[in-house]
């Protein structure tokens, strides 16, 4: 079965450090592939107490979409899970030349115990096993960042990682379901930190249009609004399936999206 896990849907700084909503990232299976993608603070822990239990052990890759602690707090104890203390080499880890180089999040020793480390570039192909996926132009955010495509069947999906919005943003996201990072209720003016909003949500899902998009990675101004009330206003204004991740959801990628 091919599907997304959510270990962790909290963002930013004051959710993550007082864990109110675990902030873990997601799992994802398609076929025999298991991809990691950005294993916040407790990505291990949550993996192995979660239900079904999940077995880092079991994948073949980890994506950093950027080195921020929230995304890659975890990244070090993932790689040694995954390559079973090193002693297997094994999986392909992505991520920005920013975390491999610069004041870098991955420590050096780690990295022989992966088969390849791989450096996420704009607009560029890769592929791991059954999962092939691009990235888009680099985003708006302190560090770099990407965003990605995973063009998997029977729906392509869409992963939007921190970012502050820009006009040609919609357009560089056309999965069918579209996974939204939206830290902030409100937009801030000249925020420092660069984060999409529900007013941004409200204009990307407009021109996208996607079958299903997922919100998540909440900040504290998400968390207080109540995520499932946020989007069921959204559903009314937008007329179109929008839902708010909660900590250990599972989505079926072979699943209708009518449903
Ligand atoms: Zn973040």
Redesign the pocket.
């Known amino acids: 079965m091919s599907f997304i896990k959510f270990i962790g849907t909290a963002?930013?700084r004051f959710v993550v450090s007082k864990q109110l909503r675990s902030s873990g990232g997601v799992w994802m299976s398609v076929g025999e592939t298991n991809l990691y993608i950005d294993p916040g603070p407790g990505a291990l822990v949550r993996c192995l107490n979660g239900k079904p239990k999940l077995e880092p052990s079991a994948l073949d890759g980890i994506l950093l979409t950027h080195k921020?602690l929230?995304?890659s707090g975890d990244v070090n104890v993932m790689i040694e899970a995954m390559t079973e203390g090193g002693l297997k080499k094994r999986g392909v880890l992505f991520a920005p030349e920013d975390a491999l180089e610069e004041d870098p999040v991955v420590l050096r020793y780690l990295r022989n115990y992966v088969e390849e480390v791989v450096v996420l570039k704009e607009n560029t192909e890769y592929r791991i096993g059954e999962i092939p996926f691009s990235t888009a132009q680099k985003h708006r955010h302190r560090v770099e960042t990407y965003g990605i495509n995973f063009k998997v069947k029977p729906h392509s999906l869409s992963l939007i990682s921190?970012t502050k919005f820009f006009p040609e943003l919609p357009d560089l996201y056309r999965g069918e379901i579209l996974i939204i990072?939206v830290?902030r209720l409100k937009p801030v003016v000249d925020e420092p930190i660069e984060h999409l909003s529900v007013e941004d949500v409200k204009t990307i899902v407009k021109e996208v249009k996607p079958k299903l998009t997922i919100l998540t990675?909440f900040g504290m101004t998400m968390i207080r609004a109540k995520p499932w009330e946020v989007v069921s206003e959204l559903e009314k204004e937008l007329g179109l399936k929008v839902i708010a991740a909660s900590d250990g959801m599972k989505l079926d990628l072979e699943r209708d999206l009518k449903d």
Do not use: S
Request: aromatic share 0%; proline share 0%; glycine share 12%.
């Open positions: 963002g930013a921020h929230d995304h921190d990072h830290v990675h």
